[in-house]
T-cell receptor
Framework: NAGVTQTPKFRILKIGQSMTLQCAQD?????MYWYRQDPGMGLKLIYY???????DKGEVPNGYNVSRSTTEDFPLRLELAAPSQTSVYFC???FGQGSDLAYEQYFGPGTRLTVT | AQTVTQSQPEMSVQEAETVTLSCTYD???????LFWYKQPPSRQMILVIR??????QNATENRFSVNFQKAAKSFSLKISDSQLGDTAMYFC????????????FGGGTRVLVKP
């Protein structure tokens, strides 16, 4: 298993540009998450999904959009990039209740995004 | 709503010694899971240890062990025989067992292991 994969690893955007951060998992997890981590800080939840076709906002959703058309993929879209979105973005996934491994979140390696 | 508090922003420890990180949480749930995650300088988030609230026995994983005090809502992590590779940020996290779909993270504790 590759686990949780994220692309790209690094990206520099100009203000106002848009991009999509890709996330995929091959563990058949039903729950998937997007977090951002600013320098020296903890994780903040942007969006999450409890299954294909279902998404919900986290604590910092403004400026982002997500979709979940398949169990495996959960892309994060940045529209009109702003310097405040400079951060490291982590995707994560987990089984929900009913599994012996329930609630253990597995993280991707992160995408370092700079907006200038 | 649940909250998770890590009161020690930074800690340092000599190689081969033991360090204990504190974590307290606030919840009205009776059944839940607690986790410690490690984030080394590579930024990869790594699950260190997991504790289920209904289990009395404290979880252990090699040199990592927890002291889970349910009544006190305390979940400390002990790192024994510290190694240079243990240098990292450590995050405590909570999720309720029933209906839980989001982890609540603490603010993190930076651990520096000195040679």
């Amino acid at each position: 298993n590759a686990g949780v994969t994220q692309t790209p690893k690094f990206r520099i955007l100009k203000i106002g540009q848009s991009m999509t951060l890709q996330c995929a998992q091959d563990m058949n997890h039903n729950y998937m998450y997007w977090y951002r981590q600013d320098p020296g800080m903890g994780l903040k939840l942007i969006y999450y999904s409890v299954g294909a076709g279902i998404t919900d906002k986290g604590e910092v959703p403004n400026g982002y959009n997500v979709s979940r058309s398949t169990t495996e993929d959960f892309p994060l879209r940045l529209e009109l990039a702003a310097p405040s979105q400079t951060s490291v973005y982590f995707c994560a996934s987990m089984f929900g209740q009913g599994s012996d491994l329930a609630y253990e979140q597995y993280f991707g390696p992160g995408t370092r995004l700079t907006v200038t | 709503a649940q909250t998770v508090t890590q009161s020690q922003p930074e800690m340092s420890v000599q190689e081969a010694e033991t360090v204990t990180l504190s974590c307290t949480y606030d919840t009205s749930e009776n059944n839940y899971y607690l986790f410690w995650y490690k984030q080394p300088p590579s930024r990869q988030m790594i699950l260190v240890i997991r504790q289920e609230a209904y289990k009395q026995q404290n979880a252990t994983e090699n040199r990592f062990s927890v002291n889970f005090q349910k009544a006190a809502k305390s979940f400390s992590l002990k790192i024994s025989d510290s190694q240079l590779g243990d240098t990292a940020m450590y995050f405590c996290a909570f999720i309720p067992k029933w209906g839980g779909n989001k982890l609540t993270f603490g603010g993190g504790t930076r651990v520096l292991v000195k040679p």
